[in-house]
């Protein structure tokens, strides 16, 4: 069978450490976990027929990205990779920002193209020469895409993801590659594993760190808040939204309810609109607080321009630390 878009990727369950990857039947292997858009490339398998480039919802978004859909027509026909859609800043660090300009583009596709390059991290081939690679073991598939790698002699746009079954490498590229923007954890999978469209089968674990920031909203009221709105100053002294918690637990929230102060109507957010999560348009109409408590918190490290984008963790009211304790925007940290 030949496969036709739109096919659902494989997901990933998330776990808070490494499993083990010593004497598992079969082994297992570990990828680095970029932080870029899902996509699976088709090439096609008549001449004439384009090129395609599907979202993990299914969109095809080939005319957004035209530089990829060029540099495919040099791969072999048939062809259908999975993998990770990334745009390099400037200073040759993955880009989520530049990425959505390039995943809303419309009729300036090209010229952003031009200017912020895409670049196609292919961790698993799906099809090879027309024929459905879907029941072969892991280990199976990735020996053909190394093969492709090698072959074509494939360079930028195409990256080969590297991948290890070595644990102390897997522990390198967890909690020495994320310090990296752009890489946020590592995924495993099972050697033996067949490729499952749809079904969360890997196993992907994120760095996460814990730091500080201040409490300057909260969502529900004073007396039950529910989420925290998070903030810390930049270089010009303004208050900036930096992140907001998963819902508060019971225990946690009474206890950190009794410290909350209502704001003032000096406080740097009155008027400021906000929504719900990090890509949303859905309004948010939190309740303003005196932003003097600062909350410790742990967070991946997904971030773009000091905001992170994945909700955060409350883990406790600091009520030993001031404003001077937290970090500035921007801080990884």
Same mark, same amino acid.
């Not at 035209?66 to 200073?91: F, S, Y």
């Not at 895409?118 to 093969?147: K, N, T």
């Given at each position: 069978?030949?496969?036709?878009?739109?096919?659902? $990727?494989? %997901? #990933?369950? =998330?776990?808070? +450490? !490494? *499993?083990?990857?010593?004497?598992?039947? /079969?082994?297992? @292997? &570990?990828?680095?976990?970029?932080?870029?858009?899902?996509?699976?490339?088709?090439?096609?398998?008549?001449?004439?027929?384009?090129?395609?480039?599907?979202?993990?919802?299914?969109?095809?978004?080939?005319?957004?990205? $035209?530089? %990829? #859909?060029? =540099?495919?027509? +040099? !791969? *072999?026909?048939?062809?259908?990779?999975? /993998?990770?859609? @990334? &745009?390099?800043?400037?200073?040759?660090?993955?880009?989520?920002?530049?990425?959505?300009?390039?995943?809303?583009?419309?009729?300036?596709?090209?010229?952003?193209?031009?200017?912020?390059?895409?670049?196609?991290?292919?961790?698993?081939?799906?099809?090879?020469?027309?024929?459905?690679?879907?029941?072969?073991?892991?280990?199976?598939?990735?020996? &053909?895409?190394?093969?492709?790698?090698?072959?074509?002699?494939?360079?930028?746009?195409?990256?080969?993801?590297?991948?290890?079954?070595?644990?102390?490498?897997?522990?390198?590229?967890?909690?020495?590659?994320?310090?990296?923007?752009?890489?946020?954890?590592?995924?495993?999978?099972?050697?033996?594993?067949?490729?499952?469209?749809?079904?969360?089968?890997?196993?992907?674990?994120?760095?996460?760190?814990?730091?500080?920031?201040?409490?300057?909203?909260?969502?529900?009221?004073?007396?039950?808040?529910?989420?925290?709105?998070?903030?810390?100053?930049?270089?010009?002294?303004?208050?900036?939204?930096?992140?907001?918690?998963?819902?508060?637990?019971?225990?946690?929230?009474?206890?950190?309810?009794?410290?909350?102060?209502?704001?003032?109507?000096?406080?740097?957010?009155?008027?400021?609109?906000?929504?719900?999560?990090?890509?949303?348009?859905?309004?948010?109409?939190?309740?303003?607080?005196?932003?003097?408590?600062?909350?410790?918190?742990?967070?991946?490290?997904?971030?773009?321009?000091?905001?992170?984008?994945?909700?955060?963790?409350?883990?406790?009211?600091?009520?030993?630390?001031?404003?001077?304790?937290?970090?500035?925007?921007?801080?990884?940290?």
């Amino acid at each position: 069978m030949v496969l036709r878009p739109p096919v659902e $990727p494989m %997901l #990933a369950q =998330a776990r808070e +450490t !490494l *499993p083990p990857l010593a004497g598992v039947p /079969g082994g297992m @292997a &570990v990828q680095p976990k970029f932080d870029g858009f899902r996509a699976l490339l088709y090439t096609p398998l008549r001449a004439g027929d384009p090129v395609l480039l599907q979202t993990r919802r299914g969109a095809l978004v080939q005319d957004r990205f $035209p530089d %990829l #859909a060029a =540099a495919a027509r +040099t !791969l *072999p026909a048939g062809l259908v990779l999975d /993998g990770e859609l @990334a &745009v390099l800043d400037p200073h040759g660090q993955l880009s989520f920002t530049a990425l959505q300009r390039r995943a809303t583009a419309g009729r300036n596709a090209r010229v952003l193209a031009a200017e912020m390059p895409a670049h196609f991290i292919a961790f698993d081939v799906l099809q090879s020469d027309g024929q459905e690679l879907l029941d072969e073991p892991f280990a199976r598939r990735r020996e &053909v895409l190394e093969d492709l790698f090698t072959s074509y002699r494939l360079a930028p746009p195409w990256t080969l993801c590297p991948s290890t079954t070595d644990p102390a490498i897997a522990d390198e590229w967890l909690y020495e590659w994320t310090d990296v923007p752009g890489v946020e954890g590592v995924v495993v999978k099972s050697l033996t594993g067949r490729y499952r469209p749809g079904v969360r089968g890997w196993t992907k674990v994120r760095r996460r760190n814990t730091t500080e920031a201040l409490i300057g909203g909260v969502t529900g009221t004073l007396r039950r808040p529910q989420v925290l709105l998070l903030g810390r100053y930049d270089t010009t002294g303004r208050l900036r939204l930096v992140g907001k918690t998963v819902p508060l637990k019971p225990g946690p929230a009474r206890d950190l309810a009794g410290h909350l102060t209502a704001a003032g109507p000096d406080h740097p957010w009155t008027g400021v609109r906000f929504t719900a999560s990090w890509n949303s348009r859905t309004p948010l109409e939190p309740a303003l607080v005196a932003p003097v408590l600062v909350a410790e918190f742990s967070a991946d490290v997904s971030q773009d321009d000091g905001v992170w984008r994945h909700p955060l963790r409350y883990e406790r009211l600091r009520l030993d630390a001031t404003e001077a304790d937290v970090p500035p925007v921007g801080d990884r940290q």
